[in-house]
């Protein structure tokens, strides 16, 4: 289990540290040059990590959960099963922010959209966050 959380630990890292860095590092200086090239350069590069760090997440994620409680519990009221319930709406949110990302913001950005792209790297980043305090509440008995 060590070694599994470990991993999941370590795609945690990536993804919300490529996050926190889009965020304060690239996207200031986008919106102030009003220019998307420092984002799509970033994009297409955290890619490369941030997409399998998000996958090693799941798959650990889901091992992990079921290591805590088993599956046909995972809806009932327990707070263990609060958690996991919430690392899973967390999850929903995370791939429709991915999709409209993908379909909506990206084809079509251009200057006049960058801020619409802001908007939703703040989102993804505060939902990643999110993920890290809903994480170790697993170690700390709960959501608060």
Same mark, same amino acid.
């Given at each position: 289990m060590r *070694?599994?959380?470990?991993? *999941?630990?370590?795609?945690? @890292?990536?993804?919300?540290?490529? &996050?926190?860095?889009?965020?304060f @590092?690239?996207?200031?200086?986008? !919106? ?8 799509? +350069?970033?994009?297409q ?18 091992w ?6 088993? &599956? @046909?519990?995972? %809806? ?5 099963? &609060?958690?996991i319930? +919430? ?5 929903? %949110?995370t +791939?429709? $922010?991915g999709? &409209? +990302?993908?379909?909506? $913001? ?10 619409? $792209?802001?908007? *939703?790297i703040?989102?993804?980043? !505060?939902?990643?966050?999110?993920f ?7 170690? %700390?008995?709960? $959501?608060?």
């Amino acid at each position: 289990m060590r *070694h599994v959380l470990f991993l *999941h630990l370590l795609g945690a @890292s990536v993804w919300v540290g490529g &996050h926190l860095v889009l965020l304060f @590092s690239v996207l200031p200086g986008a !919106l102030r040059g009003r220019d998307v090239q420092p984002v799509r +350069a970033f994009e297409q590069l955290y890619e490369r990590v941030g997409i399998p760090a998000l996958l090693l997440q799941i798959v650990t994620g889901v091992w992990l959960a079921g290591q805590w409680l088993p &599956h @046909s519990q995972w %809806f009932d009221g327990s707070p263990i099963a &609060h958690l996991i319930q +919430a690392k899973l709406l967390l999850l929903g %949110f995370t +791939a429709l $922010l991915g999709v &409209h +990302a993908r379909l909506a $913001l990206i084809p079509k950005l251009n200057a006049q959209r960058l801020p619409q $792209l802001g908007v *939703h790297i703040v989102l993804i980043t !505060l939902t990643a966050m999110a993920f890290v305090w809903v994480g170790a509440g697993f170690r %700390f008995g709960g $959501l608060f």
